[in-house]
């Protein structure tokens, strides 16, 4: 099974500061990622795909990236509807696995 | 407006079954794979099981082969999984999605199964 590795675990930040969330495969899965944004006792919503593409809808401050094994979501200039817990998944073969999330919080 | 509705869940005995429905409207079901993922109780997300767009193949997470089947009926628009030998590690919010193949979306707003004496 692919093992995906997330960090930090939990972040504290303010308003308007950038962050940067890593995830790490354990193999290649070329740009096999997701992200996906869960709020508390909400459904987790897909913000990107293909590793950096965004959806359809999410805001513009969401970007992503990868450098061979490692992913990384970075928010330009948090805003306090981004305070959430965020997943990265692989979908590069099965089982399908997720990180174990991060939880954005002041 | 693409709307998953899941349905079924409540609590159970250790050894008891379930089956969970996910309703599907404001797109064409028979055009998707579909997806159930699983949250236990302040943990995080574990994909459970999914289904080609045509019904022939399924796939599932290990800890649960043998004991949940996933299926279809797109006819009547819904997804269902079958939970069979319940055990208390399977106590979770169970989400249906919709595999749009470059991840899952949209996600239903989840029923919550307790396996519980």
């Known amino acids: 099974d692919i093992q995906m590795t997330q960090s930090p675990s939990t972040l504290s930040v303010s308003v308007g500061d950038r962050v940067t969330i890593t995830c790490r495969a354990s193999?290649?899965?070329?740009?096999?990622l997701a992200w996906y944004q869960q709020k508390p006792g909400k459904a987790p919503k897909l913000l990107i795909s293909?590793?950096?593409a965004l959806e359809s809808g999410a805001p513009s401050r969401f970007s992503g990236s990868a450098s061979g094994t490692e992913f990384t979501l970075s928010i330009s200039s948090l805003q306090p509807d981004d305070f959430a817990t965020y997943y990265c998944?692989?979908?590069?073969?099965?089982?399908?696995?997720f990180g174990q999330g991060t939880k954005v919080e002041i | 407006d693409v709307h998953l509705v899941e349905s079924g869940g409540g609590l159970v005995q250790p050894g008891g079954s379930l089956r969970l429905s996910c309703a599907a409207s404001g797109f064409t079901l028979r055009s998707y794979w579909m997806t159930w993922v699983r949250q236990a109780p302040g943990k995080g997300l574990e994909w459970v099981a999914n289904i080609k767009d045509d019904g022939r193949d399924k796939y599932y997470v290990d800890s649960v082969k043998g004991r949940f089947t996933i299926s279809r009926d797109d006819a009547k628009n819904l997804v269902y999984l079958q939970m069979n030998s319940l055990r208390v590690d399977d106590t979770a919010v169970y989400y249906c999605?919709?595999?749009?193949?470059?991840?899952?979306?949209?996600w239903g707003q989840g029923t919550l199964v307790t396996v519980s004496s």
């Open positions: 998944q692989q979908y590069s073969s099965y089982p399908r696995t």
């Open positions: 293909s590793a950096s």
């Open positions: 999605a919709r595999d749009v193949t470059r991840g899952w979306s949209p």
């Open positions: 193999q290649s899965i070329s740009r096999w």
